[in-house]
């Protein structure tokens, strides 16, 4: 079945420093593919998605391409904040529609 | 901008006791979803609703769980016994399609069985 796989946290960096977090995915057929983040204490927000191959998302700095010949989708920002600490997760929604499946998830933390 | 709401934010009930969390999805939505999460794990599905019916199911939505669309405006998730290991954040969310575009959450309700 559809399954998608996160880069394990958490993820520590220094303000301004490059970010990746990398995802990848297992699918049948041409999914559709997300990033959302989960500030503490909120429900969960679309970042950015792409919907077929070599689609970049992109959305507050962060981009993403989706790469079907590595079945990657890996988030990428080149200077984190402090306020973009958060828990990312990678999502897909499979060919037919309807639910999402999402990884596990990856804690950044940004310090000053 | 339209948002989806849920209620109550935080629930405390006793083991084999029934629950319903309530969630308001976006009006001109057609598609509902019921996720959970359990602490320090994955977001998972637990149910779709579409035309006043559900139309895919987890097997963690087992006959313990119902949703329901009372109203129109309501999309509710009804747990009739809880269990310790339904101690969860519950995520509504809703779309316009099924297929590109993004699904909307709420806030959650965070469920907690004694």
């Known amino acids: 079945g559809n399954s998608v796989t996160q880069m394990e946290g958490p993820v520590t960096l220094s303000e301004e420093a490059f970010l990746t977090i990398n995802c990848t995915y297992t699918a049948t057929g041409y999914p559709s593919l997300f990033w959302y983040v989960q500030y503490p204490g909120e429900g969960l927000q679309l970042l950015l998605k792409a919907t077929k191959a070599d689609d970049k998302g992109s959305n507050k700095g962060f981009e993403a391409t989706y790469r079907k010949e590595t079945t990657s989708f890996h988030l990428e920002k080149g200077s984190v904040q402090v306020s973009d600490s958060a828990v990312y997760f990678c999502a897909l929604r499979g060919n037919q529609g309807g639910k999402l499946i999402f990884g596990q998830g990856t804690e950044l933390s940004v310090k000053p | 901008e339209p948002e989806v709401t849920q209620t109550p934010s935080h629930q405390v009930t006793q083991m084999g006791q029934e629950v319903i969390l309530r969630c308001v999805p976006i009006s001109n939505h057609l598609y509902f979803y019921w996720y959970r999460q359990i602490l320090g794990q994955k977001v998972e599905f637990l149910v779709s609703?579409?035309?006043?019916?559900?139309?895919?199911k987890s097997e963690i939505f087992d006959d313990q769980f119902s949703v329901e669309r009372p109203d129109g405006s309501n999309f509710t998730l009804k747990i009739r016994s809880t269990k310790l290991e339904d101690s969860a954040m519950y995520f509504c969310a809703s779309g316009q399609d099924s297929h590109t575009n993004e699904q909307f959450f709420g806030p959650g309700t965070r469920l907690t069985v004694l």
């Open positions: 609703f579409y035309n006043n019916e559900i139309s895919e």
